[in-house]
């Protein structure tokens, strides 16, 4: 037995804060989650794919990601502010900042493992997603959230394995985010399950009943595990 789930990690959301910081701007031992996949995508020990599916099919490069992010030059016609008042032309160029992801999609497997009679996950991808924009750079109407590009997590966990994060709880306990991703540290929502329609939650419940139907999924989840046992 096994479902497919996708889920989404709000960085806002204070259990992930550990996820999120330090920022970009910082100068620090330590990393946030989205410098430690790019810092490893640069230097191209870990591969990015499109963010057209969740296939793991179509490998990304720098540029294109950034191309993605925003980050595009732009010539504008400016007028000048002595006489003769003429214009001219100039250009803006618009730079991609990891600090504008605002989240991180989960695609992962919940299945029955026979040999040991107990539900577990096995993470599949990591997609950090950032707000839509128009020509203009103003986020869009609805803050739509769209991933940057896909990462297969099994390629990147010795990469997670080996990046410290910061622990609230002990400062003498070192965490890593594997241990954040295999522990279920962290805080998160069911957006879509596998089913017959391809559909997401949003395409069928709205509001309070969306998170509702959230919910209702990962307690489907829990309680499968339970009614296989008799007490």
């Known amino acids: 037995w096994s479902k497919r789930i996708w889920r989404v990690i ?12 330090p920022s970009s701007k910082q100068t620090k031992d330590r990393k946030n989650l989205m410098d430690v996949v790019m810092d490893a995508i640069s230097e191209g020990s870990l591969t990015p794919y499109s963010f057209e599916d969740d296939e793991f099919t179509k490998p990304l490069t ?10 595009r030059s732009d010539t504008v016609k400016m007028q000048r502010p002595d006489p003769p008042y003429d214009e001219y032309d100039t250009i803006i160029a618009r730079e991609f900042s990891r600090d504008k992801v605002i989240g991180f999609r989960v695609k992962e497997d919940w299945f029955f493992d026979k040999q040991r009679s107990v539900i577990d996950v096995r993470i599949i991808g990591l997609a950090p997603l950032i707000y839509a924009v128009d020509e203009t750079g103003a986020v869009r109407e609805g803050n739509i959230k769209i991933p940057l590009f896909w990462v297969y997590y099994p390629e990147a966990r010795r990469l997670f394995a080996n990046s410290e994060v910061f622990n609230r709880e002990n400062d003498a306990e070192r965490r890593t985010f594997d241990d954040i991703f295999q522990k279920r540290l962290f805080g998160s929502y069911v957006y879509k399950e596998s089913n017959v329609y391809d559909r997401r939650i949003e395409d069928y419940k709205q509001g309070l009943s969306a998170l509702l139907e959230s919910e209702k999924i990962k307690l489907e989840i829990t309680n499968f595990e339970h009614d296989m046992w008799e007490f």
């Open 10 to 21: 709000d960085l806002q959301e204070r259990i992930n804060l550990p996820l999120k910081f």
């Open 62 to 71: 720098v540029k294109e990601i950034e191309g993605r992010g925003g980050s």
